[in-house]
């Protein structure tokens, strides 16, 4: 019977298939696709039955609906100075507010006026279902993203990304505050506001031009982000094919899109929370190729929103079975596919091994150099083993809800 550390080996060869044989693998692009097919033929391999690409519609950019909102909000600010009206002031002020609806919006990967306005273009799901060897009781998910990120500027350093974080804060409190001067501007007539809604532009405009920057930049090969998790939920799926669960259902869910806003992780759910159920347990393996296991306690970009209770103990559970990894909780810097999950109340769990940005230089995260040679095999095991505890854990799951020993 193969071991770990041929389950991490297999885990590898799927990374170097993806980073350096298909290569960069943008949303919406041909290499995606041939991820997406990549992938499901390894599925069939794992005897995985009903293995389908399911196609939707997804976004090229993920920079594009912020582009938009700042222009909009920048254009309200540029009109009160061209038109010294006080009537303009209150156009200025729905510019900026739409700008950081849009913006907010965005962030929480709801849909808002902009998704209406930007171009969609084909992605697709590789999906396929693992059986258990008795009846099923219990219904997991093994979600991970195929597509790559850019490589802006913004991600090159401690520095760079500590200021785009501020950005990110700032340009919408900016635009939030100036559509509030704008309008009191209006109300009362305060031809003053005008210097309010100068100052606010400074972030905006900087903003716009790093995300203007971000669009030209090259996709990166995404070795940690994320064919790491693809590999590890494809090894995971080959030893389901030798240890079955007893009475968990597995379903491999390999999302295109997420890095421009969660779409695959959405259509996944559009498609067949019905079948899976309330109570199915999401598993998001989102860059776990480098350092230690985290589970992610909340996930969102602005807004953090708190993952499930249940499956908060289950990773507790599986942290307290496993103490030589010595896994613990932390929050999510950006969003990922548990997101739409958990918006919708359904149980989803991040599991990555990606410290703070903010205090670690050497994280390779949307560079180009985020290689196979930056992958340490270590941290593909330790994954493998977690995931492989929370499913015998979910397995075991009794119908009171406790978890049998
Ligand atoms: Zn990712």
């Not at 171009?119 to 979600?143: D, F, I, W, Y």
């Not at 991600?155 to 635009?175: A, D, N």
Request: glycine letters at 6%; aromatic letters at 10%; hydrophobic letters at 50%.
């Amino acid at each position: 019977m193969p071991d770990l550390d041929d389950y991490t080996q297999q885990a590898l060869d799927h990374i170097c298939y993806l980073s350096e044989r298909i290569g960069p693998r943008g949303s919406c692009t041909l290499a995606e696709r041939q991820a997406a097919e990549y992938v499901a033929e390894q599925m069939r391999t794992a005897d995985a039955r009903n293995v389908q690409l399911e196609p939707f519609w997804g976004a090229p950019s993920t920079y594009r609906p912020y582009l938009l909102a700042f222009a909009v909000a920048l254009f309200g600010t540029l009109a009160v100075w061209l038109v010294r009206e006080r009537w303009m002031m209150a156009v200025a002020a729905v510019l900026s507010a739409l700008g950081a609806w849009g913006m907010f919006a965005e962030s929480d990967l709801a849909t808002s006026w902009m998704r209406r306005l930007l171009p969609r273009a084909a992605s697709r799901n590789a999906v396929g279902v693992l059986s258990p060897t008795g009846e099923v009781k219990h219904r997991a998910v093994l979600c991970a993203h195929l597509d790559t990120h850019r490589t802006p500027v913004f991600y090159s350093s401690t520095t760079w990304y500590l200021v785009f974080t501020l950005l990110v804060g700032g340009s919408f409190v900016s635009m939030a505050v100036a559509a509030l001067a704008y309008a009191m501007g209006a109300l009362f007539d305060w031809s003053w506001v005008r210097w309010i809604g100068l100052v606010a532009a400074v972030p905006q405009f900087l903003a716009f031009i790093l995300c203007f920057q971000a669009d030209l930049t090259p996709f990166t090969a995404g070795a940690n982000d994320n064919a790491s998790g693809v590999g590890v939920a494809l090894a995971v799926a080959r030893r389901l094919a030798v240890e079955p669960l007893a009475h968990t259902e597995v379903w491999l869910a390999l999302t295109g899109c997420e890095e421009v806003g969660a779409y695959g992780g959405a259509a996944f759910l559009d498609a067949h929370t019905a079948q899976l159920g309330p109570d199915a347990v999401h598993i998001i393996l989102d860059e776990v190729g480098s350092g230690r296991v985290r589970y992610l306690t909340a996930d969102g970009l602005i807004r953090k929103r708190k993952t499930h209770p249940r499956v908060l103990a289950l990773a507790r559970r599986a942290a307290y079975e496993l103490p030589k990894l010595k896994m613990h909780g932390q929050v999510g810097i950006a969003y990922t596919d548990a997101l739409v999950a958990t918006k919708r109340g359904l149980v989803a769990l991040t599991l990555n091994t990606l410290p703070s940005p903010l205090t670690n230089d050497n994280l390779h995260w949307h560079r180009t150099s985020d290689t196979l040679a930056h992958v340490d095999p270590d941290a593909l095991a330790d994954t493998h083993v977690v995931v492989w505890q929370l499913l015998q854990q979910i397995d075991h799951i009794s119908a009171e809800g406790n978890i049998k020993q």
